[in-house]
């Protein structure tokens, strides 16, 4: 029995991971939030727990990674909206501690991440790839992180830069596509927990990769395996592939 640890224990993933970690058979050590904090705060929590999962806000990363890396836990990061500082704290810790970080905790999408890697390396940029991504009204970043989990696989596949091959938020006289672009389109509204297409759309034919979140259990139950894996790892940067062998 694993203790882990939840970072942002308020929110709505917060309270579906201490969920998943008491049905997964763990015991759950204890949590923090901006709203409140429990067991003396993030510091106290890390000296308690085998493993911390964080699905917070990018602000309170940085303390977050300091108290883990005092206490030499494990941490599990699946909070969205970060940037390159942000990765460049992760790497600087991953020096001491396991580090699993990724914008989706599903297994289902970590699959589909690697269909998209598979299908981006066998056609050529004359296939356009395009990301549609559909949230409920409540999200507050785009495009969300598993569609640039995805865009990044599709870029891994083509052996190309990511940030330098994308097109987002076309408003007008965009032009035409440019050939070898990877699209972004994100939708918002209702309750939806997350879905995500792929398409790759060549010339009178389309491949679309598909997956349909119905409920934010399946990223605590994603995010709590990928705390059972992580713990007792040697320090370094993971991703969900290494959980799922893949």
Known sequence: MARIGVIGSEGRMGQALTAAIAS????????????????????????????????????????TLAAARAAGTAIVIGTTGLEAAH??????????????????????????AHLVQEAAARLGDDWDIEIVEMH???????????????????????????AAHSERGRDGETGAR???????????????????????????ERITLTHNAENRMIFARGAVKAAEWLIGRDAGRYTMNDVLSL
């Open 87 to 112: 990765h460049a704290l992760i790497d600087d810790a991953a020096r001491q501690i396991a580090i699993l970080q990724t914008g989706n905790t599903s297994l289902g999408v970590t699959l589909l």
């Open 24 to 63: 997964g058979g763990h015991d759950c050590s204890g949590g923090v939030d901006k709203g409140g904090v429990d067991k003396g705060g993030v510091a106290a929590l890390a000296k308690v727990s085998d493993a911390l999962v964080d699905f917070s806000a990018p602000a309170a990363l940085a303390d």
């Open 136 to 162: 409920h009204r409540m999200k507050v970043d785009a495009p969300s992180g598993t569609a640039l989990l995805l865009g990044a696989a599709a870029a891994e596949g083509r052996g190309i830069d990511l």
């Open 178 to 204: 440019q050939q070898g672009a990877i699209g972004f389109a994100s939708l918002r509204g209702g309750t939806v927990a997350g879905d995500h297409s792929v398409t790759f759309a060549g010339d009178e």
